[in-house]
């Protein structure tokens, strides 16, 4: 099991920018993927971004495309999503994500461990 733990949210005015941390631990990362979710009040879950932390590979939902930026520190075991241009409707509970390698990055239900959160509310 990776343990995960998100921080870096918080309130911006759109057009602003935000960064995401996510320390990992517990585990080595090396054939895992990670990823960026986020859940809006009355939504589901829904897919940001994901990174595959061999090749460092990246997946970007449509919505984010050309406006968040999803990395990893090796070292430090850590992914980060940056987060320019930001919109109201970017405004959710953003949760970090892992799973030993998968294919299907977007879906929620194919990752077993999760962070607790981070809010991000971006105003109008």
């Known amino acids: 099991q990776v343990q995960l733990v998100e921080s870096g949210g918080g309130f911006v005015q759109a057009g602003g920018s935000l960064r995401l941390s996510c320390a990992a631990s517990?585990?080595?990362?090396?054939?895992?993927?990670m990823a960026w979710f986020r859940q809006a009040p009355g939504n589901e879950r829904e897919f940001v971004a994901a990174?595959?932390?061999?090749?460092?590979?990246?997946y970007y939902a449509d919505s984010v495309k050309g406006r968040f930026t999803i990395s990893r520190d090796n070292a430090k075991d850590t992914v980060y999503l940056q987060m320019n241009s930001l919109k109201p409707e970017d405004t959710a509970v953003y949760y970090c994500?892992?799973?030993?390698?998968?294919?299907?990055?977007?879906?929620?239900?194919?990752?077993?461990?999760w962070g607790q959160g981070t809010q991000v509310t971006v105003s109008s």
């Open positions: 994500a892992a799973e030993f390698s998968i294919v299907a990055y977007s879906i929620p239900g194919n990752y077993n461990d």
């Open positions: 517990g585990r080595t990362l090396r054939s895992y993927s």
């Open positions: 990174i595959v932390w061999s090749s460092g590979s990246t």
